[in-house]
């Protein structure tokens, strides 16, 4: 089945998949950029932080001149930490790397911004080896620096990741421009319902990270995600990605592998019996405090979320 798009509160239609980039080497990239494009993927994740926007570029590049259109493609990229006191220089970046004029979506990477004359471009750090985070800047200042960027037309869409129930209702009420989507780590392993909860009542379109639980693929041995794939005779990651989509929002998968790539756009439909067979499994992890987060940066930061706050 082809993959579905969902509409965001811009009018702009995302796709249900997307490609991830983080941790794809420079070296792998392009050519993981480009197949996708060639394989039919419309949505690239990028980030400047995943330093490897040169060859994301050229990636894309190549796909545009295979006959892919530009405007076929959704392309969102993210303003790092270190960058949120200038949000419109990581935005020039970014475009340049990627060699675009515009993104279809900007967002803000993680809520905290770090100190931008610090001793490191990305990962500044204090004398104790700690993050060197500019603790007195507050999030809802970054998002009315990206409210601004709409005007420029380099970007289409505004948006955040890593945002909790808490860090959403203290931006919301300031909002002149709601987040068009949050992104967030998702999976059976870490459903964040409250999150996804409020983000539909608000009209935010969720993007799930890290389906597969990110690096090794933890959650694709997750008990009901093995059973299903076996009754249905699919595979897990096949079961994770679909998950996504049947809750309303839109996953990101990353590999470099061309196999992969192909086989990830293989979204079927759960139905109901599975779905709760994936939600008590998820259910059940909230009750016996074992939920699993795998990607959290030692920001030295309370971001809001319960099994950290
Ligand atoms: N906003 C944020 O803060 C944030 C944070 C994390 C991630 N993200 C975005 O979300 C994307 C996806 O998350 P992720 O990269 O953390 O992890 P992921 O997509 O959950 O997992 C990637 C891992 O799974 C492997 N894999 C991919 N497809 C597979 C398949 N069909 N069968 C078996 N293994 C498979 C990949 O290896 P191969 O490459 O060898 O296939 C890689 O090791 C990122 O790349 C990034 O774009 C955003």
Same mark, same amino acid.
């Given at each position: 089945m082809a993959p579905a798009t969902f509409k !965001?509160?811009?009018?702009? @239609?995302?796709?249900?998949?997307?490609?991830?980039?983080?941790?794809?080497?420079?070296g792998a990239v392009s050519a993981a #950029?480009?197949?996708?494009?060639? &394989?039919?993927?419309k949505l690239i994740d990028c980030a400047y932080c995943y330093g490897n926007? &040169?060859?994301?570029?050229?990636?894309?590049?190549?796909?545009? $001149?295979?006959? #892919?259109?530009? %405007?076929?493609?959704?392309?969102?990229?993210? $303003?790092?930490?270190?960058?949120?006191?200038? #949000?419109?220089?990581? !935005? @020039?970046k970014s475009l340049k790397s990627l060699g675009l004029d515009y993104v279809d979506l900007f967002l803000v990477h993680w809520p905290v911004a770090m100190n931008p004359e610090g001793?490191? &471009?990305?990962?500044?750090?204090?004398? @104790?080896?700690?993050? @060197?985070?500019? +603790?007195?800047?507050d999030h809802v200042a970054t998002w009315k620096?990206? %409210?601004?960027? !709409?005007?420029?037309?380099k970007t289409r869409a505004i948006g955040v990741c890593n945002y909790s129930k808490r860090y959403l209702e203290e931006l919301l009420p300031h909002c002149?421009?709601?987040? $068009?989507i949050n992104q967030i780590e998702n999976h059976p392993n870490l459903p964040q319902q409250e999150i996804v909860d409020l983000c539909n009542e608000k009209g935010i379109h969720v993007v799930a990270y890290s389906p597969f639980g990110s690096t090794g693929g933890p959650t694709m041995k997750a008990e009901p995600v093995v059973k299903?794939?076996?009754?249905?005779?699919?595979?897990?990651?096949? #079961? !994770?990605?679909?998950?996504?989509? $049947? +809750?309303g929002s839109t996953v990101l998968a990353k590999s470099t592998n061309p196999d992969r790539i192909k086989a990830n756009m293989d979204i079927v439909d759960l139905d109901a019996y599975d779905m709760k067979l994936l939600t008590d499994h998820s259910e059940d992890l909230a009750k016996n405090n074992k939920l699993t987060r795998y990607v959290y940066p030692p920001f030295g930061v309370d971001f809001g979320f319960p099994d950290k706050s």
């Open positions: !965001l509160n811009t009018g702009q @239609d995302i796709p249900a998949l997307g490609l991830g980039t983080w941790q794809s080497p420079p #950029v480009a197949t996708a494009l060639k &394989d039919g993927y926007e &040169d060859e994301v570029g050229q990636g894309l590049k190549e796909g545009f $001149a295979s006959g #892919v259109g530009r %405007e076929s493609v959704f392309v969102m990229t993210k $303003a790092w930490c270190t960058y949120q006191t200038r #949000v419109e220089l990581a !935005l @020039d001793n490191h &471009d990305k990962f500044p750090t204090l004398p @104790d080896g700690s993050r @060197d985070i500019i +603790r007195t800047h620096m990206m %409210e601004k960027l !709409l005007e420029t037309g002149t421009v709601v987040p $068009a299903i794939a076996e009754k249905k005779g699919i595979s897990p990651s096949t #079961v !994770l990605l679909s998950y996504h989509v $049947a +809750r």
